[in-house]
């Protein structure tokens, strides 16, 4: 593997219930240090509930699919919105949200946590499980 130029079947998924996580950019991948990103499958129907990453700041950017974002505001207060190809979205550090696949295909997310680190604690989902890249490989 090349660690400059990084496919998410390249990588060890993180697995989940609800979809997976390749993270193509981390400090175990390519040493990454300011920063960690990858990519995320969301089948339809399905979605990743109502969570934070304490201290950190995420962009998510939907690549394909259809689907709705939450997001809290300072008070709690959550706002929900369509999101589709091409949209960006900005979670504050430590802001709850949610994102849930409303359409008929997957969902593919590509997604930015700075500082690097709190993709690391959804290792202790009770849902987690780790796909090898070798499973990966063809799919």
């Given at each position: 593997m090349d660690k400059?130029?990084?496919y998410p079947q390249d990588v060890d998924n993180f697995g989940f219930d609800w979809g997976r996580l390749a993270l193509?950019?981390?400090?175990e991948v390519n040493g990454a240090a300011k920063f960690s990103a990858g990519v995320v499958f969301v089948p339809p129907g399905?979605?990743?509930s109502r969570h934070n990453h304490p201290g950190a700041e995420e962009i998510i950017f939907i690549i394909k699919g259809t689907g709705e974002q939450m997001i809290e505001d300072e008070a709690g207060t959550p706002e929900t919105r369509e999101v589709g190809p091409g949209c960006t979205v900005f979670i504050p550090e430590s802001r709850y949200h949610?994102?849930?696949n409303t359409g008929s295909e997957p969902m593919e997310i590509f997604v930015v946590y700075s500082p690097v680190g709190p993709e690391e604690v959804l290792r202790d989902a009770p849902d987690f499980h780790?796909?090898?890249a070798s499973d990966l490989n063809g799919a």
């Open positions: 400059y130029f990084v193509t950019c981390a400090p399905q979605g990743h949610a994102t849930q780790l796909i090898p």
